[in-house]
């Protein structure tokens, strides 16, 4: 049976955080994907910490791919901390993926469209004790497995990589991922860190993504004098933040 959009339409309000820029910079990431070959379909998105951005970067990327006309399915993996509802201001009660990780629900009822043209959501559903336990279920593997002969682009986003198990369980089933790096917050360990537990799960790196580079304060030519002006971050970022690719050769150094 068809799965796609099976349990009726969410209403999806993104708050108005990204410009021009910043819509730029996920085009360009979508660009690289597709350039990283024709069996990459399913992705995960992940970080260190957590508020590095991979809600941010992993729903906008989903967009992305659905506003080049491509079947989108965006999973919202972090079951112990999801903004989802209330960042994106769904104001139904739905049904997620702990409720069908745990058997409660099946598949085609935890698959909803959105008002994202081409792009159907996946939930992160309620709290769950135990989300590392509930994510190694035979049921996650089924669902990647089912979702990925209906949609073209599959892209999950997770809880942070560091000490938490969850997003290992979730690599297995990806053919690649995507670390996010908030500029200036993680050290060169830290990054490492993530990048050889992706590794040990035997799951490709796609590149990275540098999030929330310093906007420049005054516009183009300050650029190449950058050791003297200074570089706006904390509030400003958040309205005008910038993000850029690194491919993954770039991404091993
Ligand atoms: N490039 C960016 N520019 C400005 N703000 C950003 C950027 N990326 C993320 N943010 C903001 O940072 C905060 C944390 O982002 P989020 O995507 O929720 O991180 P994570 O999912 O890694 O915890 C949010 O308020 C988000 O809007
Ligand atoms: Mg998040």
């Known amino acids: 049976m068809d799965i796609r959009g099976q349990n009726g339409t969410v209403k999806l309000r993104p708050p108005n955080k990204e410009d021009y820029f910043y819509n730029e910079a996920i085009k360009a990431l979508r660009t690289n994907i597709q350039f990283c070959g024709n069996n990459i379909h399913v992705i995960m998105i992940t970080s260190s910490i957590p508020g590095e951005g991979k809600t941010m970067t992993s729903f906008a990327l989903a967009r992305s791919f659905s506003q080049i006309g491509r079947k989108t399915l965006f999973i919202d993996a972090d079951i112990r901390k999801s903004v989802m509802l209330t960042r994106y201001q769904v104001d139904i009660d739905v049904y997620g993926l702990s409720q069908y990780l745990s058997g409660q629900i099946k598949l085609e009822e935890v698959i909803y469209s959105t008002n994202i043209e081409d792009m159907d959501i996946i939930f992160s559903g309620r709290f769950a004790p135990n989300p590392a336990e509930l994510l190694e279920e035979e049921l996650f593997i089924q669902l990647i497995d089912r979702a990925s002969k209906e949609y073209d682009y599959i892209i999950i986003d997770t809880p942070p990589m560091a000490n938490v198990i969850d997003s290992a369980v979730i690599a297995k089933s990806c053919d690649g991922a995507v670390i996010v790096i908030e500029s200036g917050k993680i050290s060169y360990k830290t990054a490492q860190k993530v990048k050889l537990q992706l590794e040990k799960s035997g799951c490709r790196i796609l590149g990275a993504v540098l999030n929330k580079t310093a906007v ?13 002006n200074k570089y706006k971050y904390s509030k400003d970022t958040e309205q005008a933040g910038r993000s850029k690719w690194i491919q993954r050769d770039k991404a091993e150094r």
């Open 216 to 228: 420049q304060e005054r516009g183009y030519y300050a650029k190449y004098y950058g050791g003297r």
